[in-house]
C-alpha cells in the first residue's frame, strides 16, 4: 500500500467501523468517548501552507504592510516596518510578535486570516525558545480552543500548532488536558482524513514519554480498530501511538485485554508496506516482552476478541502467518521475525 497508489474514501469513522463490524471481519469495535521502547518516534507538523495576505486585512497590519490608521474611538495600532515579520525566520520572531499574532488569532472575524495566524504560529513554534514564548503568553489555550472550530482546515492548523508547541515537556504538561478531546476528534473525523492524521501526529509526541500514556487506555480499541480500515499513511502514525503505548510495562494490561479487530492478523503479510509491516513487528516485540501467569493468560483466552487471543495467545494465526514472513526481502523485517519465533 502506497500514499500515491491509494485515493482514501472520507467516510465517517463510526459509520464504517461499523461496517467493519457487520462483515465479520472484526469483534466488538466498539465506540470510545474519552480517551520508551524499541520504536518511539517523535514528529514535527509540516505546516507549510501558502496563504495571500489581503491589503487592509488584519494580518497585512501584523505582516509589516502599510497600515491605515483607523479614526475611531479606540486606539490607533502601531504601525509595523515593511514586511518585519514575513522577513524575519520563524526562530528569530519576538515576544511582540507572538503576542501580537496571539491576539489576532482572538480578535480576527475572518476565517482565513486565524488559519495564517495558526500557521504562522505554528512554524514559529518549531523552535525551543518560541515554545516557551508561546506556554508563557498565554498561547496553548488560545490555540487550544480551535480545536472545537466549525471549520476543518482550521482544526487541522491548530492540531498541527499543538504538535510543534507538545516537542517541549512543560507544554506537554498544559496540552495533557486536551488528549480526550483529540481522541474525539480522531473516532468523528472522516477516516484517512487530515485531521485524523493530525490528531495522531499530536498523539505520537505526547505518548513519547510515559508521562501522559495512561490518557490513552480508553482509546486502544479505536487505535487497533483504525489499523485495519486506514491508508498506510495513517497505519504508520497509528503504529507510532501504539508502539510507544507498548513500550511502557504500566499500560501493557490495557493492551492484552482491548478488544481487537480479527482481521488485524490479516495485516502481517508480505503484501503489507514495508513501513506498516516493521512497525507492527517491532509492537509484537514489545507486546511479547509482557509474560502473564497461567491464570492470567487462562482468563484472557476466554475474551476471544482480545489483542492477546487475536496476536498472543499460541492458537492464534499470528503464528502461522508469521514464519512465512522469514523470507521477506527486507532484511530488518525477516530479523524481526525471527525475533519473534526465536
Known amino acids: 500500500m502506497g500514499e500515491d497508489s491509494v485515493t482514501p474514501r472520507l467516510i465517517n469513522m463510526k459509520t464504517l467501523l461499523g461496517i467493519v463490524a457487520g462483515a465479520g471481519a472484526s469483534y466488538g469495535i466498539y465506540k470510545l468517548l474519552r480517551g520508551r521502547g524499541e520504536d518511539t518516534e517523535r514528529n514535527k507538523a509540516d505546516s507549510k501552507n501558502d496563504m495571500v495576505l489581503q491589503p487592509g486585512s488584519l494580518m497585512a497590519k501584523v505582516s509589516g ?58 512554524n514559529a513554534a518549531a523552535f525551543t525558545v518560541n515554545q516557551d514564548l508561546i506556554r508563557e503568553l498565554g498561547g496553548l489555550h488560545n490555540i487550544a480552543s480551535f480545536l472545537s472550530d466549525p471549520s476543518p482546515d482550521l482544526r487541522v492548523q491548530t ?12 507544554n506537554q504538561e498544559q496540552l495533557k488536558i486536551y488528549v480526550p478531546q483529540v481522541l474525539e476528534l480522531i473516532e468523528m473525523s472522516p477516516v484517512n482524513s487530515d485531521l485524523q492524521l493530525a490528531a495522531l501526529r499530536l498523539l505520537t509526541n505526547l505518548t513519547v514519554t510515559d508521562n501522559h500514556q495512561h490518557l490513552m487506555k480508553p482509546s486502544i480499541t479505536l487505535l487497533l480498530s ?35 479487530p480479527a482481521s488485524l ?25 509482557w509474560r502473564p501467569s497461567a491464570q492470567v493468560a487462562e482468563a484472557l483466552r476466554k475474551q476471544q476478541d482480545s489483542l492477546y487471543c487475536v496476536l498472543l495467545d499460541s492458537s492464534s494465526q499470528f503464528h502461522g502467518r508469521l514464519r512465512l514472513l522469514l523470507s521477506h526481502p527486507d532484511r530488518e523485517i525477516s530479523a524481526q521475525v525471527a525475533r519473534l519465533l526465536t
Open 226 to 260: 483504525l489499523l485495519v480500515v486506514s491508508s498506510e499513511v495513517l497505519q504508520i502514525q497509528v503504529l507510532k501511538v501504539l508502539v510507544n503505548l507498548s513500550s511502557n510495562p504500566d499500560i501493557m494490561d490495557d493492551l492484552v485485554q482491548a478488544q481487537a
Open 65 to 122: 504592510f502599510n497600515v491605515i490608521g483607523r479614526t475611531d474611538s479606540r486606539s490607533r495600532t502601531t504601525e509595523i516596518a515593511s514586511s518585519e515579520i514575513l522577513s524575519k525566520s520563524p526562530g528569530s520572531l519576538e515576544p511582540r510578535h507572538l503576542s501580537m499574532l496571539l491576539s489576532l488569532l482572538q480578535s480576527s472575524p475572518n476565517p482565513a486570516e486565524k488559519q495564517h495566524v495558526l500557521i504562522t504560529l505554528g
Open 265 to 289: 492478523v490479516l495485516l502481517f503479510d508480505s503484501c503489507t508496506s514495508a513501513d506498516v509491516l516493521l512497525r507492527l513487528l517491532t509492537f509484537v516485540v514489545n507486546l511479547q516482552a
Open 159 to 170: 492540531l498541527n500548532a499543538l504538535n510543534n508547541l507538545s516537542m517541549n515537556i512543560q
